[in-house]
């Protein structure tokens, strides 16, 4: 069983930064062993890739619409996935999940490789 917990979600302002956390609290095997990746989904639309970091946290993958503005990064002592997010637009406002891919070499963008997924943290940004 793998237990993932979000948290830095929050009502922000367009421009202003949030940096996301994704703890794992717990997992059947060792936390290097997981690709974990970061998803959002926003009222009325489907679900969406943002983010994601291999297991040894040198490959790394991003959505087209946030290059440049958003950065992954993990810290495996800690079990943390950080999603560092600058330059906020209110069409980023979603519910934002991470997610642990069980294969943990190649970061995925596609939802379904994910094995585990957290309970979410909400994003709101306002104009």
């Known amino acids: 069983q793998v237990q993932l917990v979000e948290s830095g979600g929050g009502p922000v302002q367009t421009g202003d930064s949030l940096k996301l956390s994704c703890v794992c609290l717990?997992?059947?095997?060792?936390?290097?062993?997981?690709?974990i990746g970061w998803f959002r989904q926003a009222p009325g639309k489907e679900r969406e890739f943002v983010a994601a970091v291999n297991w040894r946290g040198d490959g790394r993958n991003y959505a087209d619409f946030v290059k440049g503005r958003f950065t992954i990064s993990r810290d495996n002592a800690k079990r943390t996935v950080l999603l560092q997010m600058n330059s906020l637009k209110p069409e980023d406002t979603a519910v934002y999940y991470c997610?642990?891919?069980?294969?943990?070499?190649?970061?995925?963008?596609?939802?379904?490789?994910?094995?585990?997924w957290g309970q979410g943290t909400q994003v709101t940004v306002s104009s």
């Open positions: 717990k997992s059947d095997r060792s936390f290097d062993n997981y690709a």
């Open positions: 997610a642990a891919d069980n294969y943990g070499v190649a970061p995925t963008a596609d939802a379904h490789d994910y094995d585990h």
